[in-house]
C-alpha cells in the first residue's frame, strides 16, 4: 500500500522513535490474559510490540485509510480487532470482560485529548488504567495540585476518578510529522472506590462552574450554586479562587448543593 499522508483534521502526528516506543512498552508493560484497548494505533508502531507482548488487542481508529493499512499490515490476524470508529463516541464498556477491566493506551491527537479523557473518565467502571501520549499542557493539567496556574477543571476530575503520573517527556523530533509542542506520557490508575463520597454529575456542575471565570472569587463563581454563608458553613473562605480548593472541598459543595436542592 501506499505510504499514508497524515491528516490535520485527525490531528495526526505519527510516532517514529524506536526508542520512545521501547519507554512507552516498559511504562505499560502489557501481559498475556489483560484486555487491552489502542486508541489511534496510526501506523501500528506502537500496535505490533502491544500485540507481541499480549497476544490479544483492540484498536479504535478514525481514519478509514489507517484503518484499511493496518488490515494490510497485519493480515487479519485474528487477534487484532480493528474498529474504524470515533473513539469520542466509543462504547468502551461493550469491550471489557468480566474479569479482567480494560488497559487502554494511545498517542491522542492534541485536538481532542480533553474530550476524550472526559468520555473515558465517564465509562471508568470498566477501565483499569490508561497510558497515553499528550501534549505537556495537558498532563501538566491532569497532574496539577491546588494552588497552581495548571490546576483546573480537568485536574479536579482527574483526582475523583484516578491517580495521575506523569513518566517522561517526547520532544517533537518523535514525530511525522512535527507537532509545535512538547508532549508527556501519563499513567491514570482508575480508583476502584473513589477518593470521596459525592455525585460525580454534581460535581462536574459545581467544578465547571466554579472554573468558568477563575478570576472570579468563589462567592461570586459559585453564587448560582450556593451563596457565601453556606461557603462560610463548609469552612471554606469565600474570597478564595476556584484555583485554590482541593477535590475534597468541591465534594463537600456538591454535596451541601445536593442536599439543599
Do not use: W
Request: charged share 25%; net charge positive; glycine share 6%.
Amino acid at each position: 500500500m501506499s505510504p499514508h499522508i497524515p491528516r490535520k483534521r485527525f490531528g495526526q502526528n505519527f510516532l517514529r522513535d524506536a526508542t520512545v516506543v521501547r519507554s512507552l512498552l516498559l511504562s505499560i508493560d502489557p501481559r498475556p490474559g489483560q484486555r487491552l484497548v489502542e486508541i489511534g494505533p496510526g501506523e501500528g508502531v506502537l500496535t505490533e510490540r502491544l500485540l507481541e507482548a499480549c497476544g490479544d488487542l483492540d484498536v479504535v481508529e478514525i481514519d478509514r485509510d489507517l484503518a484499511a493499512l493496518l488490515t494490510h499490515r497485519f493480515r487479519g490476524d485474528p487477534r487484532l480487532r480493528i474498529h474504524q470508529a470515533d473513539a469520542l463516541r466509543f462504547d468502551f464498556s461493550a469491550l471489557a470482560g468480566e474479569e479482567a477491566a480494560l488497559r487502554v493506551v494511545g498517542n491522542l491527537p492534541y485536538n481532542i485529548s480533553t474530550p476524550l479523557l472526559f468520555h473515558l473518565f465517564a465509562q471508568s467502571r470498566c477501565l483499569s488504567d490508561m497510558h497515553f501520549m499528550l501534549q505537556k499542557e495537558v498532563v501538566d493539567r491532569l497532574c496539577a495540585h491546588p494552588g497552581s496556574s495548571d490546576y483546573g477543571r480537568l485536574s479536579v476530575m482527574a483526582a475523583y476518578h484516578c491517580r495521575a503520573e506523569p513518566l517522561f517527556e517526547v520532544p517533537p523530533e518523535s514525530f511525522f510529522p512535527r507537532p509545535r509542542v512538547m508532549s508527556s506520557v501519563v499513567r491514570l490508575i482508575l480508583h476502584r472506590v473513589p477518593p470521596v463520597e459525592v455525585d460525580p454529575a454534581r460535581l462536574r456542575q459545581v467544578v465547571n462552574t466554579a472554573f468558568a471565570q477563575r478570576r472570579k472569587t468563589l462567592r461570586n463563581a459559585l453564587r448560582p450554586l450556593i451563596d457565601e454563608s453556606g461557603l462560610v458553613a463548609l469552612g471554606i473562605d469565600p474570597g478564595q479562587r476556584a484555583q485554590n480548593l482541593d477535590l475534597r472541598a468541591y465534594a463537600n459543595i456538591a454535596n451541601a448543593f445536593t442536599s439543599g436542592s
